[in-house]
Protein backbone atom coordinates (compact mmCIF):
# COMPACT_ATOMS: atom_id res chain seq x y z
CA UNK A 1 0.00 0.00 0.00
CA UNK A 2 0.84 3.28 -1.05
CA UNK A 3 1.73 6.02 2.05
CA UNK A 4 1.74 9.60 1.70
CA UNK A 5 3.91 11.60 4.56
CA UNK A 6 3.52 15.80 5.18
CA UNK A 7 6.11 16.48 7.65
CA UNK A 8 5.23 19.92 8.20
CA UNK A 9 1.25 20.70 10.39
CA UNK A 10 1.98 23.94 10.08
CA UNK A 11 3.58 26.67 8.05
CA UNK A 12 3.79 30.47 8.89
CA UNK A 13 4.99 32.96 5.86
CA UNK A 14 5.10 36.50 5.38
CA UNK A 15 2.40 37.61 2.25
CA UNK A 16 4.50 38.51 -1.03
CA UNK A 17 7.00 35.69 0.21
CA UNK A 18 7.66 31.97 -0.69
CA UNK A 19 6.95 29.12 0.91
CA UNK A 20 7.67 25.56 -0.13
CA UNK A 21 5.14 22.54 1.34
CA UNK A 22 7.01 19.14 1.61
CA UNK A 23 5.62 15.98 0.97
CA UNK A 24 6.74 12.60 0.57
CA UNK A 25 5.53 9.37 -0.70
CA UNK A 26 5.99 5.28 -0.55
CA UNK A 27 5.39 3.55 -3.58
CA UNK A 28 7.09 0.59 -4.93
CA UNK A 29 4.94 1.18 -8.18
CA UNK A 30 6.70 3.04 -11.48
CA UNK A 31 3.81 4.80 -13.01
CA UNK A 32 1.42 7.08 -10.69
CA UNK A 33 -0.10 10.70 -10.19
CA UNK A 34 0.55 13.34 -7.80
CA UNK A 35 -1.89 16.46 -6.35
CA UNK A 36 -1.62 19.24 -4.54
CA UNK A 37 -5.31 19.66 -3.17
CA UNK A 38 -6.45 23.07 -0.99
CA UNK A 39 -8.62 23.28 1.39
CA UNK A 40 -9.94 26.62 2.37
CA UNK A 41 -12.01 27.51 5.60
CA UNK A 42 -14.86 26.59 2.84
CA UNK A 43 -14.32 23.22 3.27
CA UNK A 44 -14.38 22.99 -0.02
CA UNK A 45 -11.16 20.50 -1.74
CA UNK A 46 -9.47 22.68 -4.61
CA UNK A 47 -7.27 21.07 -7.31
CA UNK A 48 -3.96 23.30 -7.19
CA UNK A 49 -1.89 20.70 -9.13
CA UNK A 50 -0.66 17.74 -10.47
CA UNK A 51 1.90 15.71 -11.83
CA UNK A 52 2.46 12.46 -13.89
CA UNK A 53 5.17 10.22 -13.23
CA UNK A 54 6.21 9.47 -16.02
CA UNK A 55 7.01 13.39 -16.90
CA UNK A 56 10.27 14.49 -15.93
CA UNK A 57 9.39 18.16 -16.08
CA UNK A 58 8.04 19.99 -12.72
CA UNK A 59 4.39 21.12 -13.36
CA UNK A 60 3.87 24.51 -12.78
CA UNK A 61 0.45 26.68 -12.02
CA UNK A 62 0.96 30.32 -12.52
CA UNK A 63 2.40 30.97 -8.50
CA UNK A 64 2.56 27.26 -8.00
CA UNK A 65 4.86 24.59 -8.85
CA UNK A 66 6.16 21.10 -7.80
CA UNK A 67 9.38 20.00 -7.01
CA UNK A 68 9.68 16.51 -8.24
CA UNK A 69 11.78 14.02 -7.54
CA UNK A 70 11.17 10.61 -8.49
CA UNK A 71 13.94 8.83 -7.12
CA UNK A 72 13.69 10.09 -3.72
CA UNK A 73 9.91 9.83 -3.71
CA UNK A 74 9.73 13.70 -3.22
CA UNK A 75 6.90 16.14 -4.31
CA UNK A 76 6.93 19.89 -2.72
CA UNK A 77 4.71 22.38 -3.69
CA UNK A 78 6.48 26.12 -3.52
CA UNK A 79 4.11 29.20 -3.58
CA UNK A 80 5.74 32.20 -4.95
CA UNK A 81 4.33 35.55 -4.04
CA UNK A 82 2.19 34.53 -1.06
CA UNK A 83 -1.25 36.15 -0.68
CA UNK A 84 -3.65 36.18 1.57
CA UNK A 85 -6.21 33.82 0.06
CA UNK A 86 -3.56 30.83 -0.11
CA UNK A 87 -3.75 30.50 3.66
CA UNK A 88 -5.56 26.89 3.59
CA UNK A 89 -4.90 23.37 4.34
CA UNK A 90 -2.85 21.58 2.01
CA UNK A 91 -2.91 17.98 1.56
CA UNK A 92 -0.88 16.13 -1.22
CA UNK A 93 -2.24 12.72 -3.06
CA UNK A 94 -1.20 10.03 -4.69
CA UNK A 95 -3.07 8.07 -7.18
CA UNK A 96 -1.73 4.63 -8.86
CA UNK A 97 -2.86 4.78 -12.77
CA UNK A 98 -5.50 2.63 -12.80
CA UNK A 99 -6.66 4.40 -9.71
CA UNK A 100 -9.48 1.97 -8.67
CA UNK A 101 -8.11 3.06 -5.06
CA UNK A 102 -8.45 6.36 -5.36
CA UNK A 103 -6.25 9.22 -3.67
CA UNK A 104 -4.30 8.19 -0.87
CA UNK A 105 -3.67 11.37 0.98
CA UNK A 106 -1.26 13.08 3.42
CA UNK A 107 -2.36 14.29 6.72
CA UNK A 108 -1.92 17.81 5.47
CA UNK A 109 -0.69 21.48 6.23
CA UNK A 110 -2.10 24.11 7.46
CA UNK A 111 -0.67 27.72 6.05
CA UNK A 112 -1.31 30.65 7.45
CA UNK A 113 -0.06 33.78 5.80
CA UNK A 114 1.17 36.86 7.78
CA UNK A 115 0.20 40.21 6.61
CA UNK B 1 -22.35 23.73 -14.59
CA UNK B 2 -20.02 20.41 -13.62
CA UNK B 3 -20.27 19.47 -10.17
CA UNK B 4 -20.79 16.97 -7.49
CA UNK B 5 -23.80 17.62 -5.25
CA UNK B 6 -23.82 16.35 -1.61
CA UNK B 7 -27.05 16.70 0.61
CA UNK B 8 -27.18 17.32 3.54
CA UNK B 9 -24.33 19.71 4.11
CA UNK B 10 -24.68 19.85 8.28
CA UNK B 11 -26.59 16.38 9.92
CA UNK B 12 -26.33 15.96 13.66
CA UNK B 13 -28.09 12.70 15.00
CA UNK B 14 -28.47 10.24 17.68
CA UNK B 15 -26.63 7.08 17.93
CA UNK B 16 -28.70 4.69 16.25
CA UNK B 17 -30.61 6.02 13.82
CA UNK B 18 -30.43 5.25 10.37
CA UNK B 19 -29.13 7.99 7.84
CA UNK B 20 -28.13 8.80 4.34
CA UNK B 21 -26.08 10.78 2.90
CA UNK B 22 -26.93 11.53 -0.86
CA UNK B 23 -24.40 12.32 -3.41
CA UNK B 24 -24.83 12.57 -7.36
CA UNK B 25 -22.61 14.41 -9.60
CA UNK B 26 -23.59 15.29 -13.49
CA UNK B 27 -20.66 14.50 -15.22
CA UNK B 28 -21.08 10.90 -16.24
CA UNK B 29 -18.38 9.71 -14.22
CA UNK B 30 -17.66 6.22 -13.70
CA UNK B 31 -15.53 6.47 -10.39
CA UNK B 32 -17.26 7.63 -7.78
CA UNK B 33 -16.02 7.49 -3.88
CA UNK B 34 -16.34 8.72 -0.39
CA UNK B 35 -14.02 10.13 2.31
CA UNK B 36 -14.09 11.37 5.73
CA UNK B 37 -11.68 13.88 7.21
CA UNK B 38 -10.46 13.53 10.76
CA UNK B 39 -8.05 16.39 12.38
CA UNK B 40 -4.72 15.16 11.90
CA UNK B 41 -5.71 11.82 10.15
CA UNK B 42 -6.29 13.65 6.37
CA UNK B 43 -9.22 12.33 4.22
CA UNK B 44 -9.58 8.18 4.24
CA UNK B 45 -11.44 6.57 1.97
CA UNK B 46 -14.45 4.46 3.04
CA UNK B 47 -15.79 2.97 0.12
CA UNK B 48 -15.82 3.68 -4.14
CA UNK B 49 -17.80 2.52 -7.36
CA UNK B 50 -15.75 2.02 -10.49
CA UNK B 51 -19.30 1.62 -12.39
CA UNK B 52 -22.89 0.87 -11.74
CA UNK B 53 -23.75 -2.07 -9.47
CA UNK B 54 -19.86 -2.33 -8.69
CA UNK B 55 -18.81 -1.27 -5.47
CA UNK B 56 -15.50 -2.06 -3.10
CA UNK B 57 -14.26 -0.85 0.32
CA UNK B 58 -12.08 1.66 1.02
CA UNK B 59 -9.42 1.86 3.81
CA UNK B 60 -12.04 2.30 6.54
CA UNK B 61 -15.60 0.81 5.42
CA UNK B 62 -16.87 -0.49 8.78
CA UNK B 63 -19.66 0.77 9.76
CA UNK B 64 -20.65 1.92 5.95
CA UNK B 65 -23.05 1.02 3.46
CA UNK B 66 -23.12 2.41 -0.21
CA UNK B 67 -24.81 1.22 -3.16
CA UNK B 68 -24.53 2.49 -6.92
CA UNK B 69 -28.34 1.84 -8.68
CA UNK B 70 -27.38 4.56 -10.72
CA UNK B 71 -24.33 5.72 -12.42
CA UNK B 72 -24.75 9.11 -11.15
CA UNK B 73 -25.74 8.50 -7.78
CA UNK B 74 -23.86 7.13 -4.84
CA UNK B 75 -25.33 7.50 -1.57
CA UNK B 76 -23.70 6.78 1.64
CA UNK B 77 -25.63 4.59 4.39
CA UNK B 78 -24.78 4.75 8.28
CA UNK B 79 -27.23 1.91 9.25
CA UNK B 80 -26.88 2.25 13.26
CA UNK B 81 -24.30 5.68 13.20
CA UNK B 82 -22.18 5.58 16.27
CA UNK B 83 -20.37 8.87 17.90
CA UNK B 84 -17.00 7.81 16.43
CA UNK B 85 -18.50 8.50 12.57
CA UNK B 86 -18.68 11.97 13.66
CA UNK B 87 -17.06 13.30 11.21
CA UNK B 88 -16.56 15.40 7.79
CA UNK B 89 -17.61 13.49 4.79
CA UNK B 90 -16.86 13.68 1.18
CA UNK B 91 -17.71 12.89 -1.77
CA UNK B 92 -15.95 12.54 -5.29
CA UNK B 93 -16.14 11.59 -8.77
CA UNK B 94 -13.69 10.95 -11.84
CA UNK B 95 -14.17 9.53 -15.40
CA UNK B 96 -13.09 6.02 -15.21
CA UNK B 97 -11.40 3.49 -17.82
CA UNK B 98 -7.42 3.15 -17.81
CA UNK B 99 -5.40 6.22 -17.82
CA UNK B 100 -8.34 8.45 -17.52
CA UNK B 101 -7.86 7.56 -13.81
CA UNK B 102 -5.02 10.46 -14.05
CA UNK B 103 -7.97 12.72 -13.67
CA UNK B 104 -8.37 14.41 -10.54
CA UNK B 105 -11.19 13.55 -8.57
CA UNK B 106 -13.89 16.15 -8.32
CA UNK B 107 -15.12 16.53 -4.38
CA UNK B 108 -18.35 17.39 -3.25
CA UNK B 109 -19.17 20.40 -0.46
CA UNK B 110 -19.05 17.89 2.19
CA UNK B 111 -21.12 16.76 4.83
CA UNK B 112 -20.87 17.53 8.46
CA UNK B 113 -21.79 14.78 10.53
CA UNK B 114 -22.72 14.68 14.44
CA UNK B 115 -23.70 11.76 16.15
CA UNK B 116 -24.56 12.24 19.82
Known amino acids: AQTVTQSQPEMSVQEAETVTLSCTYD???????LFWYKQPPSRQMILVIR??????QNATENRFSVNFQKAAKSFSLKISDSQLGDAAMYFC????????????FGKGTHLIIQP | EAQVTQNPRYLITVTGKKLTVTCSQN?????MSWYRQDPGLGLRQIYY???????DKGDVPEGYKVSRKEKRNFPLILESPSPNQTSLYFC???????????????FGNGTRLTVT
Open chain 2, 92 to 106: ASSPGQGRSYNSPLH
Open chain 1, 27 to 33: TSESDYY
Open chain 1, 51 to 56: QEAYKQ
Open chain 1, 93 to 104: AYRSVGGADGLT
Open chain 2, 27 to 31: MNHEY
Open chain 2, 49 to 55: SMNVEVT
